[in-house]
């Protein structure tokens, strides 16, 4: 990181070119030649060893801005994979699939390809390898050769390497997990179902990584194979085999594949097809693959233009110094002009060094920002994981419930027939009849039955709540109700909003108009609600001791059709307007130490001002509350997606 103390260092380094100027009338003319000789050769020293310090760090940050693009592409595939395996895996999971009965699984894994809109065929492969597609149904051939197949039969879920589908005859990734006799991960596998998903989507990602004229990027399987290429005749799959890069005739392109192979990361400059490029690789975390991105030399050096200038004006300012000290000795009548010139040298070194802050500044935010993406990225895996460990068992019990009810009322109808039927039963079996209280639990067995279907039911949307949270299928641009994700927001939150034994629950109150389907990268903005809405309750907690009635308000509404305006206002003490200025500056924080890390507004305000090309900004006085507005286009130009 280009620190505060190597700035220190550069602007010190720069202070040596400050000129002072004694100039003595009498002084002898070899001690001015030496004095002369020794200044210039050690301000050539110096500029020399600043420029190969300044010149490293640059190029240092340089390479590590592309590295985080490569890591935003590996990103945004294994998010896809992820939810793709997790869909699969939850499959797998449902009695219907468990019971092997095509005629009764069929209809539903044909709507989960139209829920899950994915997969183009979702197919299960019998324990005799015959398989079965929701394209083809019963296909009379079996595809237990298969590599994925056969992962999966040993109980592996599994990503495939991309082949040529046997039916679509289109390049395709396979999911498969096994499909198991119980709930019980250690039980044996019966069958496997697997899904099917175009290897385009891949491509699309890969393709888009992008560096400058001559840049282009591919992907490697783990034995070193393209599998993704702009060369299609390097690229492989298992009907078409291709030559792997680690039996690459050049020598540099072999130890990069080797790298990949063996899941590392990095950036080096090497010699390829005769010219100089570098090239940044990164692992994927879902499937054995590594993504590389090969850029042309000067694509990445030309940007150190502005240092060669600095380092240009450094050499010319100090072969200027020379000359004009030389003539200093001889005629001294000229020395007012050569002042003059050192003194506007000195300004552009100025501005050189504060445009080298400025790179500083946007290199810290950028590292920020993928900070939080990461931490983002596996919260979002955390919650969906917990999400679908809880859904499954929920659903058997939210399934047996409507069968115990109905057991129930049969029941119930045969005891009234009996009743009517023999209204004088034994002494014995009266006996037990007043015992048991049985026209009370006549009574009360359906009310039970109704309450547990009613905790049920609320246990599934704290699921759904969580699943729409995460969002970690919706990466990409896509047209949604924002006022769910607020109410998944609000439900994640609703254990801060109860009352405490310092302040009564905080009123949410919703003014929701009526909007659109509103253009946005979904799990982004469901975290500006989340950053938000935690700041709008901390300020209430912290006005416990004044408010008798805390409330949270939440409006939106449509603005001359082309923007949404979102506006969450709190009833706290407010915000100093001294302070305001300061909200969105990264690590800006007045809370206690431990308790906020100042990253929140400031990557609320990137998400809304760079990725949605809106605006987000705070309205706040002392004693009157604080307000959040947001505001972002119903549709996203071009440019900004």
Not at 228 to 252: R, T
Not at 436 to 454: C, G, N
Not at 481 to 510: C, F, Q, W, Y
Request: hydrophobic fraction near 40%.
């Amino acid at each position: 990181m280009f620190s505060h103390a190597n700035l220190l260092k550069l602007r010190d380094l720069c202070g040596i070119w400050k000129y002072r100027s004694q100039h003595k009338k009498q002084s002898p003319r070899l001690t001015a030649s030496l004095l002369l000789a020794s200044t210039t050769l050690a301000i050539a020293i110096i500029g020399v060893a600043s420029y190969k310090v300044v010149r490293e760090i640059i190029l240092k940050q340089l390479q590590e801005k592309v590295l985080l693009e490569v890591r935003q592409g590996t990103n945004e595939i294994d998010q896809w994979l992820a939810t793709s395996s997790s869909e699969v895996q939850t499959i797998a999971n449902t009695d219907i699939v468990r019971s092997l009965n095509w005629s009764v699984m069929e209809p539903y894994l044909q709507a989960e390809v139209k829920r899950i809109n994915k997969f183009f065929v979702i197919g299960v492969t019998y324990p005799d390898g015959f398989y079965y597609t929701t394209q083809l149904g019963k296909t009379n051939k079996k595809n237990n050769d298969r590599d994925f197949v056969k992962k999966a039969l040993a109980g592996q879920v599994n990503i495939s390497d991309p082949f040529m589908g046997r039916a679509s005859k289109t390049p395709t990734i396979a999911i498969a997990s096994p499909i198991r006799q119980s709930y019980d991960p250690a039980s044996p596998p019966i069958a496997v179902i697997f899904g099917s998903l175009n290897v385009n989507r891949v491509t699309q990602v890969v393709n888009r990584l992008n560096y400058g004229k001559g840049s282009y990027a591919f992907a490697l399987n783990s034995q070193g194979q393209a599998i993704i290429h702009p060369n299609p005749e390097l690229m492989f799959i298992a009907e078409k085999p291709a030559p792997s890069f680690l039996k690459s005739s050049d020598a540099n392109l072999a130890a990069i594949a080797s790298q990949m192979v063996n899941r590392k990361q990095g950036i080096e400059l090497i010699s390829i097809d005769g010219t100089n490029k570098y090239v940044a690789y990164v692992p994927l975390k879902q499937a054995n693959w590594s993504i590389a991105l090969v850029i042309p030399r000067e694509n990445i050096e030309s940007q150190l233009q502005a240092l060669n200038l600095l380092a240009s004006i450094l050499g010319g300012l100090l072969l200027v110094a020379a000359i004009f000290a030389w003539r200093q000795i001889k005629l001294s009548e000229q020395a007012q002009s050569q002042v003059i010139l050192l003194s506007q040298q000195q300004k552009t070194l100025q501005q050189q060094a504060q445009e080298l802050k400025q790179t500083l500044l946007e290199l810290q935010q950028t590292q920020t920002q993928l900070i939080q993406t990461e931490k983002m990225s596996s919260l979002g895996q955390l919650i969906a994981g917990v999400a679908h460990e809880i859904n499954n068992p929920v659903s058997f019990i939210y399934g047996n419930l409507t069968h115990a009810n109905e057991y129930t009322q049969d029941l119930l109808r045969l005891l009234q027939l009996y009743q009517q039927y023999y209204p004088e039963p034994a002494p014995e079996i009266q006996d037990e009849i007043e015992t048991l209280e049985i026209d009370f639990l006549m009574a009360d067995l359906p009310k039970l039955l109704t309450s547990m279907k009613v905790g049920a039911d609320r246990i599934k949307q704290i699921v759904l709540s969580l699943r729409n949270f995460s969002r970690l299928d919706e990466a990409e641009m896509k047209a949604v109700n924002i006022h769910e994700g607020i109410d998944s927001t609000l439900m994640i939150l609703e254990h801060r909003l109860k009352a405490t034994s310092e302040r009564p629950a905080i009123e949410v109150i919703k003014e929701y108009g009526e909007l659109p389907p509103v253009e946005c990268f979904v799990g982004q903005l469901n975290q500006v609600f989340m950053n938000i809405l935690t700041n709008a309750i901390d300020a209430v907690e912290q006005s416990s001791e004044i408010l008798t009635k805390p409330q949270i308000r939440i409006a939106t509404r449509l603005n001359d059709n082309q923007h949404v305006t979102i506006r969450i206002a709190d009833n706290g003490v407010g915000i100093a307007e001294s302070i305001q200025k300061q909200l969105f500056d990264p690590f800006f924080t007045t809370k206690p130490v431990g308790k906020g890390t100042g990253l929140g507004l400031s990557i609320s305000y990137q998400i809304i001002t760079e990725k949605h090309g809106g605006q987000l900004k705070c309205i706040s006085a002392i004693g009157e509350g604080t307000e959040f507005v947001i505001t972002i286009p119903l549709h996203q130009t071009k440019a900004q997606v």
